[in-house]
């Protein structure tokens, strides 16, 4: 089992930048595929990013390619998202998920999950 614990939300202008870490306890964390989902407010939770447990295969959502990238470091436990050039349709509630399955786009595809940290972009 992983506990997840994101950070490094908060208010942006559009255009800014920020990184979001998630970091994760115990002591097999190099073997989950890693996920950001984001859920703004009256939506359904969606998919944003993922990264293979070696982290050499990413994915991203079509929205944000090319603006976010994932990243991990197997050895600190903890998994990225740099976004940059935010968008106010960006703002939502950005949450961190793993599982020991393979890389998925759904939410369903995930067993484990952060309390989520809120992103806010401002026009």
């Known amino acids: 089992q992983v506990q997840l614990v994101e950070s490094g939300g908060g208010l942006v202008q559009a255009g800014g930048s920020l990184r979001l870490s998630c970091a994760a306890s115990?002591?097999?964390?190099?073997?989950?595929?890693m996920a950001w989902f984001r859920q703004a407010p009256g939506k359904e939770r969606e998919f944003v990013a993922a990264i293979s447990w070696r982290g050499d295969s990413t994915y991203y959502a079509d929205s944000v390619k090319g603006r976010f990238t994932i990243s991990r470091d197997n050895a600190k436990n903890t998994v990225y998202l740099r976004m940059n050039s935010l968008k106010p349709e960006d703002t939502a509630v950005y949450y961190c998920?793993?599982?020991?399955?393979?890389?998925?786009?759904?939410?369903?595809?995930?067993?484990?999950w952060g309390q989520g940290t809120q992103v806010t972009v401002s026009s």
């Open positions: 998920a793993a599982t020991l399955r393979v890389v998925a786009v759904t939410v369903e595809g995930y067993d484990y």
């Open positions: 115990g002591r097999t964390f190099s073997s989950y595929t």
